[in-house]
């Protein structure tokens, strides 16, 4: 019986420090893991952190990216084969794009394009959060400035907060 109460200790704690299936057990805890996420380049778990509403219109986004692709001609395929590149991926693989293959292409594409704005994010600090019931918005000061314009949505999933991309 001693063993089976530790193992329910076990699992009690490693929920409540957030370990595992993206997103935190509050709205902070989900902005620090997704700034420290950002900051390694680790798009895969941001992925992780995203809100399942988030993940589905990531998913209807690639399967429009994906017809463009292969419908693509002339200087449109140009155009979507520079994209292809700077998202790591031949145009053949954009053609089969999925949410999560877009999801972290974007991701690369951005960290590539302005390192100096990347570098923004790990200076991002914790401001406030406001919640209300299970959505919750993040608010970040950058270099100790005012908070920013553009707070970051999360909804409450499963009892973890997660990222709301979708508008």
Avoid: H, N
Wanted: hydrophobic residues 40%; charged residues 35%; contains cysteine.
């Amino acid at each position: 019986m001693k063993a089976w109460a530790r193992a329910c200790t076990l699992v009690a704690l490693v929920t409540l420090m957030g370990c595992g299936g993206g997103g935190g057990v509050t709205p902070k805890a989900s902005f620090e893991r997704y700034k420290a996420s950002m900051a390694d380049k680790d798009f895969e778990a941001v992925w992780k952190m995203l809100a399942s509403t988030s993940k589905e219109f990531m998913e209807d986004r690639a399967k429009k990216f994906a017809e463009e692709a292969k419908k693509a001609e002339g200087p449109s395929r140009t155009a979507l084969e520079d994209e292809a590149k700077l998202m790591r991926m031949s145009l053949e693989e954009m053609k089969k794009l999925d949410g999560k293959a877009l999801f972290i292409g974007w991701y690369q594409m951005a960290a590539a394009a302005g390192p100096e704005e990347w570098e923004k994010i790990s200076r991002a600090e914790f401001s406030r959060e406001e919640i209300d019931g299970d959505k919750a918005k993040v608010y970040v000061k950058i270099d100790g400035k005012e908070e920013t314009d553009d707070p970051m949505p999360l909804v409450r999933e499963e009892g973890r907060w997660k990222i709301d991309l979708k508008p």
